[in-house]
């Protein structure tokens, strides 16, 4: 495997609510090499966002903070450095210039009182220390790269002028605007049309190709994951239960709920004795299932479930290299 | 734009005529008669209605109302019935220390208030939020009068800093006059600082939840950054209507403060007017501060345009 750019080991994330603490996420693995894609999969609630949060130094503050584990970033000047440890500032100076992100709502992640050409110019002001025309025209220059028309005039266009895909252009054109080498898309394209979410991923992939930056790709969409991703990590309660290639992981999960959730895919659905196609669904839901600590946190909802499950919390258990689940009977899957 | 503007000035007119029928009617309502009150106790009937005849208060309601609505219609508020001068010379007369008073208060107001707003918000819940907000809940309730009379004790009976009372003698020089507003600017802009400091707390709140100030941390941008331009940018809308309620209100007299300061303002003026039922006093004040006072609205929402491109109406 090549050096990774990206390294989360063991990652705990607590949540101080007025019940006391929680933990959305609790023993998080994961890397990202440069120029890969790694998918982040799992329901909502699971954790995938709060973990991507944690990357950026974004937790909501002052309830949230990282408990437990490191994320290892490698810099562009060759160093590597926690950035759950670092001081505030250092990581700040590498957010939107080498760690930048897209979020899922284009309609409200934009400043509605500033124009598309200021937001983007901004960042690159600060961080490649442009003077304010070299910024407007990096700015022109990005917009033009994400492929909006009339980028000149699109510049000094408010964001309510602009449709949803054409602001998740301008989110991307921003998180690109200053060589980001890992990019964070926390289900860029959930909030827009099909055909514009095809547009957006192939915008995205043909970046991370053409500046071979790593990507960590947020989603609950496994059809997208299909399209995008190089390996996959899938998410429940806060834990990662299964890791692989994303060939290998659609064709053989290990884990229930990775099977379950590739099952639910509106491709996969099957006749029924009536004739007509059924998606199947997971039974029951992610509810409270990150405060199981003693059982496996699936085993509720399982339908392979056995005694064993609810009373030994299962490891991630590595199967081949690049593989993991963490599922007592992966043997039997 | 233009069109919509024409037609916010006609609703002025429309917001001026139901003030000016309002204010005849209810005025006439409350008892006593400004003839008799000029007379004193001494004076016969036939003196008193001798001098009603002059007015032409003895002609009926209705006519006194149409020849009134006529004549401000030309911009002729008519003649104060006290101080026998027009009514228009009386306001523009004790328009200054109102005008000044409103003007330095809503300033003072101003800086006080946002930034400590601001610190609050960004600060919730701890020590700072919380001696803000407690300060801010201490002078939103305290009367005006008294934080007025304290301040004469101390900084001009104690100190001599600043004078008692008034707005210095007749024909004083604008920096004489202005040191009298100093106290009286001071009380208002405390008490209404409680006001904005809470507006712009809430609407700061509302704002640093929202995506884009995350997009903004995203971005590597400083703190101060993050607060001051996304964050203050998009909360100004209810900051500025809350500056501008404020100023129309001053701008209709502070009532209290300019009497505890003996400012020879509007509120001042439209005081003494009730006492002595001067009505072409206390109808053309009340039909020029309900006019300035669409007026303000009106400027408020123009500067909406200036603050946030998405307001177009």
Redesign the interface.
Known sequence: MTQALLAIEDLEVRFGTEDGEVAPVTGVDLRVAPGETVALVGESGSGKSVSSLAV?G?LPRPAGRVAKGRILYRTKAGETIDLAAAPPDRV??????EI??I?Q?PM???????TAGEQIA??VR??LRLDRRAALRRAQEMLDLVEIPAAAKRLHD?P?QMSGGMRQRV?IA?AMACHPRLLIADEPTTALDVTIQAQILALIDRLRRETGMGVLFITHNLGVVAEVADRVAVMYAGRIVETGPVGDLFRHPRHPYTAGLLDSLPARATRGPDGRRHVRAIPGSLGRAAAIRDACAFSPRCERVREECRTTPPPLEAITPGRAARCLFWREM | MWISLARRLGGLLVVLFLVATMVFFLTRLAPGDPAAIMLGDQATPEDVARLRATFGLDRPLLVQFALWLKEIATGNFGRSIFLQQPVTTVLWDRAEPTFFLALFSVTIAALVGVPAGIVSAVWRGRIVDQVVSGLALLAANVPSFWLGLILIQLFAVRLGWFPVAGYGAPGAGLPERLEHLVLPSLVLGIVNSALITRFTRASMLDVLSNDYVRTARSKGLPESRVVLRHAFGTALVPIVTVLGLTVALLIGGAIVTETVFGLPGIGNLVVSAVLRRDYPVIQGALVMVAGLYVLINLAVDLIYRLVDPRVTA
């Open positions: 950026m974004l700040r100076r590498l957010r939107g210039a930048a992100m979020f709502e409200t992640s934009l400043n509605p009182v500033l901004e960042s600060l961080h408010y309510h989110m921003l």
